[in-house]
């Protein structure tokens, strides 16, 4: 790790963070002011209580002085508290950003497989699959680059939390130094000038120590947190591979292995253990060392014409003022500060925001082309759904993931909709059942408009399955009629006829069978959510991927079931099978959105003709 890189990258972020907050830290630092005025003041209203109250013998002149130093305690109490206020002002928007570069990337990274491709990339192998294989493409490398996807969850969970307790120590030991140290430099000049700069250089001398070493702490720091990643990788490598190691009889190497690993952790950990006496020397230089020079030069002092008393309070000064910030300020930065700098650096360098978005062609937007031979609704026919002229984008400064798009779904229709992922499938199932609110336009259901209608009214006119299945801990009977809790038996086996799910039924015990759904398979949860929409008294299906998990045979009966069922069904494809079952099929591909059958769409559509050519002629893998 190049620790000149390291700090410069994280130097800059840590500069703009507090740059962009820069009201938030001007607060931050008036409080600062008044929490530091005990320590300005504490010497200097010593002095005068010993020597003009105490040492005179008047003891009221003394208590005087306390009370004055009393005062400015409470004042200091007081600004303490807004200082932890001001500190979250300026922490938590910091730990925001970080999620939000975090949840960014992943994003992208998660993404950028996804889009459409042209031609086979080279290092890939196309190979024949039967009709019912999911399309895939993707590049040899891919296995090497894709991250896991617990070190997302791990820079979220943990290594953002750490930065952020880890700025908010830096900025409170920073701070307390800056104003506490200068608060007592200030009072010596202010008590006696001579005393200050016999503080200071010996100060000034630990300062320098401690900014010297920082970059090799820092390098060091780097270099423990590898070497137990190293070793973490090592040795769950042995563990996962261990009947193979066993099998090819390399016992030994893979022990050797992982114990060249062991003591190159310990050695890093030693090395890092070393340098924290380069901390012990800096603050025994800085802080012990000038109040050692002023017990020695009492006397000197005296004859020069420094009174007991501001003896006395420049020791008050140096013990109670500089000496307890500079100790929080090295071991402060000396340790959280090595954590911040190493996992801040850990989370830039792997949580790179994308520089352009992941889908790069325009919003989809407008109303659908019309493929020649097929007809619109005409104005007498009972609508289902309506979206009119919709715009939706998922934040306030994201791309429109829809444009003024609009779309007219009559009544007791089988719509597909079909696209590259990403393209905003999902979006236009979620808009017609109400869970987004658009930016503009509107979205109705049965001729009344979605927005502002109750839940339990939308329930009514709409079910929507998702991806993935919600199933919880109940009989099969709870799970299956909790959107119509009055049906009975006999509507429960026949939806789940219906669906292909008896079997499925039957293997768990029955309608009165407890359900677990940890142990169910994630297409059994597929199956029983069908079920359960099959039974709703919405007129309105949509299922979203929601057959995602089945085999193409019991896809093609859910989507079969659902088409016989009264009502309309919307189905964003999952295998474009789907659309052939259709009646219309809408295709989204970041253009114009182009609505129609399959024949006609065959004709007019480049899209849907390469999405249906991928399906009929072959699949993609990885080479091996």
């Known amino acids: 790790m190049n620790g000149a890189r390291v700090g410069a990258g994280v130097g800059r972020v840590t ?17 600062s002011v008044l929490e530091s005025l005990p320590t ?3 010497g200097y209203l010593l002095a005068r209580a010993v020597d003009q109250g105490f040492l005179a013998g008047r003891f009221g002149t003394g208590l005087a002085w306390l009370a004055l130093l009393a005062t400015a305690v409470l004042i200091a109490a007081a600004a303490t508290g807004r200082v932890y206020r001001g500190l979250g002002a300026v922490v938590e928007p910091f730990r925001d950003d970080l999620v939000t570069r975090v949840v960014t990337a992943t994003l992208h990274d998660a993404t950028r497989a996804a889009a459409p491709a042209t031609a086979d990339p080279p290092g890939t192998t196309v190979i024949r699959e039967p009709r019912s294989a999911a399309v895939i493409r993707e590049p040899r490398s891919a296995a090497v680059t894709r991250e896991p996807r617990s070190a997302a969850v791990t820079r979220l969970t943990h290594q953002v939390e750490l930065v952020r307790d880890t700025f908010g120590g830096l900025l409170m030991v920073v701070r307390g130094f800056l104003f506490s140290g200068t608060a007592a430099l200030l009072g010596l000049l202010a008590l006696a000038p001579v005393v200050a700069a016999l503080v200071a250089v010996p100060l000034v001398v630990g300062l320098a120590v401690f900014a010297a070493a920082l970059p090799a702490m ?25 009947r193979d190691v066993w099998a090819c009889g390399a016992q030994d190497r893979v022990v050797a292995e992982v114990d060249r690993r ?22 025994g230089l800085g802080g012990w060392l000038p109040l050692a020079v002023l017990l020695f030069a009492a006397p000197w002092l005296v004859r020069q014409g420094l009174t007991p008393g501001e003896v006395l ?20 930065v000396g340790g959280g500060g090595l954590r911040y700098v190493v996992t801040l650096d850990r989370i830039l360098r792997t949580s790179v925001p994308p520089t352009g978005p992941t889908w790069t062609g325009p919003p989809v937007g407008g109303t659908p082309t019309m493929a020649p031979g097929r007809v619109g609704t005409g104005p007498d026919t009972p609508v289902a759904g309506r979206l009119c002229r919709v715009t939706f984008r998922h934040g306030p400064r994201a ?12 009544a007791g229709d089988h719509l597909a909709v079909v696209g590259p992922s990403g393209v905003g499938k999902s979006t236009l199932a979620a808009l017609l059942a109400g869970l987004v609110t658009p930016e503009a336009g509107t979205v109705e259901l049965a001729g009344r408009p ?3 209608t109750p839940p339990e009214v939308l329930a009514g006119r709409r079910v929507l399955v998702p991806q993935e299945a919600y199933v919880f801990t109940g009989t099969l009977a709870d799970n299956l009629c909790y959107l119509r809790p009055t049906v009975d038996a006999a509507a429960l086996w026949a939806a789940l006829d219906a669906v292909g799910a008896g079997a499925l039924a039957d293997r768990l015990g029955g309608l009165a069978a407890p359900v677990d759904p940890a142990r169910l398979s994630a297409g059994e949860r597929q199956l029983i959510a069908a079920a359960r929409a099959w039974l709703a008294p919405a007129a309105l299906v949509i299922l979203d991927e929601a057959t995602c ?35 219309r099929v809408l295709v989204l591909d970041g253009g114009t959105p182009q609505l129609g059958g399959h024949r006609e769409l065959l004709d007019h559509s480049a899209t849907y003709r390469e999405l249906v050519g991928y399906w009929d002629d072959q699949a993609v893998l990885p080479a091996r």
């Open 15 to 31: 500069w703009r963070a507090l740059r962009d907050r820069r009201s938030a830290v001007g607060r931050l630092a008036g409080w």
């Open 40 to 42: 300005l003041l504490t």
């Open 218 to 242: 820092a390098r060091h720091q780097g270099g423990y947190v590898r070497a137990g990643e190293t070793l973490g990788e090592a040795a769950a490598t042995a563990l996962a591979g261990h």
């Open 262 to 283: 062991v003591r190159a952790q310990a050695t890093a950990e030693r090395t890092v253990a070393r340098m924290t006496a380069v901390r012990s020397i800096s603050l």
């Open 313 to 332: 309070g420049a020791l008050v000064y140096v013990s109670t003022g500089l000496q307890p910030a500079l100790h929080a300020l090295v071991q402060g």
């Open 399 to 410: 791309r429109a993931v829809l444009s003024d798009f609009s779309l007219t779904l009559p």
């Open 450 to 452: 979605v927005r502002g």
């Open 549 to 583: 998990h089945l085999d193409p045979a019991a896809e093609a009966r859910v989507e079969e079931a659902f088409a016989a069922r009264d009502g309309t069904l919307l189905v964003v494809a999952h295998r474009i099978s789907s659309a052939l079952r259709a009646h």
